[in-house]
């Protein structure tokens, strides 16, 4: 079943089918927690389902032995590759995979599916392992990646795809749909902490990290009064968290400087306005400034590299504050 801010894509998509111009390299971007995977896995059934399904520009139908096969997650002609854990990257290895699979015979006489979920993810020698095989495609495969942004993908790699972005639905309306499923009224603030992405605001409450979040929040905040005591406190609070919790300070620090510029409509109902009113009355502009494109490009930096120290690297960082109120 597909999401209904996935719908759009998905129409295009069966437009392409039925006029059988549908190329060979879809790439999708859309952010995790998007869905992204149910449309990938919705676009590989119709393409393979035995009952026309595809040439119709219709859906699978369900019923035949390749849509079965499928739904159980054993389909011989559908490949998945992705990074064995967040952070890593895809390794040139699977990518040799894929390119055996590209030109391997259907096991079922019809047409193959490799899904790359995580295609950003690719190191260089992965991505242009696959650039040959994409520049010189098999016939009867069809190959989708899935991407969160186009930053770390190869130029080469994306040009030579069609491409598409999934828009994420508005705030209220991701709210709306998040409060549906878990019965329970939710912040707006959570909804913008995660982009706007549905599946990601529902995940976030229901992993508790709402509550991980406001407590970081609460002993960032403590910090950074002066004489700025709790520096480890708040290190130890990110390292347990992963490296995203440096997004969610670098959007604190964020609007600090805007409730400093008196843009403040967007954190009326916030519980963090508090937070934000105190913080942003004792550190200045210019720290912050400097502060948040420090988060940004440390949270880069670990996400590229998740062997490195984040502690001490995060340590670091909140010693920036220290001596520049």
């Known amino acids: 079943m597909l999401y209904p801010w996935q719908e759009s894509v998905w129409q295009g998509w069966q437009q392409l089918l039925a006029q059988g111009r549908m190329h060979h390299a879809i790439l999708l971007v859309a952010p995790h927690g998007s869905g992204r995977e149910a449309l990938a896995h919705q676009l590989g059934k119709t393409v393979l389902c035995q009952n026309s399904a595809a040439g119709a520009g219709g859906e699978p139908c369900g019923v035949c032995h390749s849509c079965k096969l499928f739904e159980a997650g054993t389909h011989p002609d559908f490949h998945v590759v992705a990074p064995v854990q967040e952070g890593k990257q895809i390794g040139v290895d699977a990518v040799r995979q894929c390119n055996r699979w590209a030109v391997e015979t259907s096991q079922l006489g019809g047409e193959r599916i490799i899904l790359i979920d995580g295609a950003d993810a690719m190191g260089e020698a992965a991505a242009n392992a696959l650039l040959k095989t994409l520049e010189e495609p098999p016939s009867g495969c069809q190959f989708i990646l899935l991407?969160?942004?186009?930053?770390?993908?190869?130029?080469?790699?994306?040009?030579?795809?069609?491409?598409?972005?999934?828009?994420?639905?508005?705030?209220?309306?991701?709210?709306?749909?998040?409060?549906?499923?878990?019965?329970?009224?939710?912040?707006?603030?959570?909804?913008?902490?995660?982009?706007?992405?549905?599946?990601?605001?529902?995940?976030?409450?229901?992993?508790?990290?709402?509550?991980?979040?406001?407590?970081?929040?609460?002993?960032?905040?403590?910090?950074?009064?002066?004489?700025?005591?709790?520096?480890?406190?708040?290190?130890?609070?990110?390292?347990?968290?992963?490296?995203?919790?440096?997004?969610?300070?670098?959007?604190?620090?964020?609007?600090?400087?805007?409730?400093?510029?008196?843009?403040?409509?967007?954190?009326?109902?916030?519980?963090?306005?508090?937070?934000?009113?105190?913080?942003?009355?004792?550190?200045?502009?210019?720290?912050?400034?400097?502060?948040?494109?420090?988060?940004?490009?440390?949270?880069?930096?670990?996400?590229?590299?998740?062997?490195?120290?984040?502690?001490?690297?995060?340590?670091?960082?909140?010693?920036?504050?220290?001596?520049?109120?």
């Open 147 to 325: 991407a969160s942004s186009l930053d770390n993908l190869l130029p080469t790699i994306n040009s030579r795809c069609n491409k598409w972005r999934l828009a994420m639905p508005n705030e209220q309306d991701t709210k709306r749909w998040v409060e549906k499923q878990l019965m329970q009224t939710i912040k707006l603030e959570t909804v913008r902490l995660n982009g706007s992405a549905p599946l990601a605001t529902q995940q976030f409450i229901e992993q508790g990290q709402d509550i991980r979040y406001a407590k970081l929040l609460a002993a960032f905040a403590e910090f950074l009064r002066p004489p700025f005591f709790g520096l480890y406190d708040v290190a130890g609070l990110c390292t347990q968290e992963g490296h995203h919790s440096l997004k969610w300070l670098s959007y604190f620090l964020v609007d600090c400087l805007k409730w400093q510029q008196g843009v403040t409509a967007h954190l009326v109902h916030s519980e963090s306005l508090p937070l934000v009113e105190q913080a942003a009355s004792v550190i200045s502009p210019m720290t912050l400034l400097d502060q948040t494109r420090e988060a940004n490009s440390l949270y880069q930096k670990l996400e590229r590299h998740p062997g490195l120290n984040a502690e001490l690297l995060i340590v670091e960082w909140l010693t920036g504050f220290m001596g520049q109120h």
